[in-house]
């Protein structure tokens, strides 16, 4: 049974920093096209970043380049996401998600691509 599990997520003021992990088990191995998701209130699912762990690259949306920095670890299996600078924008509910490495090649960005999600975790970023 394949499990993404999410922590790291709460309140900060902006400029301030989080740090959100996704412990995943139960993968067949550690090579999947991984990354994280958000929803904020009243708006769709989007993605923020995608990690082809089988590659090493690595895609930010152009709302978070330069702010946020993806990290997969392959000893543990563990997907982070450090998020530096943080805007009252960035409220939202944040998915860390997996999908073969085929539809890292192929459609990224999209949530079709990813059939395993994790629960959530809130961020609430205060002006």
């Known amino acids: 049974q394949v499990q993404l599990v999410e922590s790291g997520g709460g309140s900060v003021q902006a400029g301030g920093s989080l740090r959100l992990s996704c412990a995943a088990s139960g993968l067949a191995s550690t090579k999947y096209c991984m990354g994280w998701f958000r929803q904020a209130p009243g708006k769709g699912r989007e993605a923020i970043t995608v990690i082809n762990t089988g590659r090493a690259w690595t895609y930010y949306a152009d709302s978070v380049k330069g702010r946020f920095t993806a990290s997969h670890d392959d000893g543990n299996n563990t997907l982070t996401l450090q998020m530096n600078s943080l805007k009252p924008e960035d409220t939202a509910i944040y998915y860390c998600?997996?999908?073969?490495?085929?539809?890292?090649?192929?459609?990224?960005?999209?949530?079709?691509?990813?059939?395993?999600w994790g629960q959530g975790t809130q961020v609430s970023i205060s002006s």
């Open positions: 998600v997996a999908g073969g490495l085929f539809y890292c090649d192929t459609d990224p960005l999209s949530q079709n691509s990813y059939i395993h």
